[in-house]
T-cell receptor, first 111, second 112 residues
Framework: GENVEQHPSTLSVQEGDSAVIKCTYS??????FPWYKQELGKRPQLIID?????GEKKDQRIAVTLNKTAKHFSLHITETQPEDSAVYFC??????????FGPGTRLSVLP | EAGVTQFPSHSVIEKGQTVTLRCDPI?????LYWYRRVMGKEIKFLLH????????ESGMPNNRFLAERTGGTYSTLKVQPAELEDSGVYFC??????????FGPGTRLTVL
């Protein structure tokens, strides 16, 4: 079955700097890769996703890149702000099946 | 539109007791998923409904867990009898497309 690894487990950056979180997956059949942000005590919120027919997607300060050959995808957050502090989860799945999540990255943006 | 809702938000029970968690998906979403996050670890899949049918229940840990989705609307997840290792946050998610899933706020279950 699918296995998703995520690095780093914790990340601290200064406000205004960029943050990068990387995930690798094992099942080449996976074709959908969402990123969720979970603030303390709140529900995981979808922040961006990418499908396997696209190599990069951007939404304001957030971008995701996908390398299907290497089976890894990354989340890039630019101009970080304190409100970006949260736990970020990557996930992978094949059409209609359950998500397999990475273990999460705790991002702290220091003012 | 209203999001996915879950009830209760917190539940504290003693080992051996029974607890039932409820999830109301976004209206019109045929796909409903249950996940669990234990002790700050990754979010793990439990099972997937398509309407009232169990599409995949490979993540259910054992037969103490029973999920239902009568009528294809809300779903319940019953744990009977609860054990200490069942403590965690139980999330429900729903989708209309087969991929984008919207999560509920979770139920924090504590088994003492």
């Amino acid at each position: 079955g699918e296995n998703v690894e995520q690095h780093p487990s914790t990340l601290s950056v200064q406000e205004g700097d960029s943050a990068v979180i990387k995930c690798t997956y094992s099942d080449s059949a996976s074709n959908y890769f969402p990123w969720y942000k979970q603030e303390l005590g709140k529900r995981p919120q979808l922040i961006i996703d990418i499908r396997s027919n696209v190599g990069e997607k951007k939404d304001q300060r957030i971008a995701v890149t996908l390398n299907k050959t290497a089976k890894h995808f990354s989340l890039h957050i630019t101009e970080t702000q304190p409100e970006d502090s949260a736990v970020y989860f990557c996930a992978a799945n094949f059409y209609g099946q359950n998500f397999v999540f990475g273990p999460g990255t705790r991002l702290s943006v220091l003012p | 539109e209203a999001g996915v809702t879950q009830f209760p938000s917190h539940s504290v029970i003693e080992k051996g007791q029974t607890v039932t968690l409820r999830c109301d998906p976004i209206s019109g979403h045929d796909n409903l998923y249950w996940y669990r996050r234990v002790m700050g670890k990754e979010i793990k899949f439990l099972l997937h409904f398509v309407k009232e049918s169990k599409q995949d229940e490979s993540g259910m840990p054992n037969n103490r867990f029973l999920a239902e989705r009568t009528g294809g609307t809300y779903s319940t997840l019953k744990v009977q009898p609860a054990e200490l290792e069942d403590s965690g946050v139980y999330f429900c998610a729903s989708s209309t497309l087969p991929d984008t899933q919207y999560f509920g706020p979770g139920t924090r279950l504590t088994v003492l």
